[in-house]
């Protein structure tokens, strides 16, 4: 009977093992769409609003659902001690664990376009990276599909071939 719970254990590990795998690619997926909805919630607010591009990322940090983005808080935090956008935005995104890394390399160069052109510029840029973003989500959520039963399966098969090995 010890030995049935052991290998029932050693299987529900190598579950678990799959589950969070999967998790972590679904995390991805969310970030990625919660970018999006950010850079039209950026957008929206430059265009109805005369605020200084420090004050939408204050305003916008505050929101729950960007809460898990701590770059904007951070790039607005470094904005009211006098450090420029580009280098604030650069630095604080590459450090931000919850950004994606190929939305990183989407994101980058946006801290050198933002507040450079009129509001019809910005809204123009802002467009095109929520296109690349968009593009990006588009082939996680595709991966996601995917590597979601891969690595169920994965860690099922694991788990019961460790058990299958040590018993």
């Known amino acids: 009977m010890l030995k049935f719970i052991g290998f029932f254990l050693i299987v529900l590990c190598g579950l678990l093992a799959g589950v969070l795998a999967a998790f972590r690619i679904g995390q991805e997926r969310l970030s990625l769409d919660r970018l999006c909805h950010f850079l039209r919630a950026l957008s929206v607010q430059m265009e109805f609003r005369a605020s200084t591009v420090q004050e939408l990322l204050e305003q916008l940090s505050s929101e729950p659902a960007y809460a898990s983005f701590s770059f904007l ?3 607005a935090h470094d904005l009211a001690h006098g450090v420029p956008l580009a280098q604030a935005w650069h630095t604080n995104i590459l ?3 919850a950004v994606p890394e190929c939305a990183k390399e989407i994101l980058l160069p946006l801290g050198d376009e933002l507040g450079t052109s009129d509001l019809l510029g910005q809204a123009q840029t802002l467009a095109q990276y929520r296109d690349r973003l968009e593009s990006c989500l588009h082939i996680h959520s595709q991966q996601y599909l995917k590597k979601q039963r891969l690595y169920l399966s994965m860690g ?5 071939m460790a058990a299958v090995l040590l018993c």
């Open 73 to 75: 808080d951070t790039v």
């Open 95 to 97: 450090h931000d664990s």
């Open 156 to 160: 099922l098969l694991g788990g019961m």
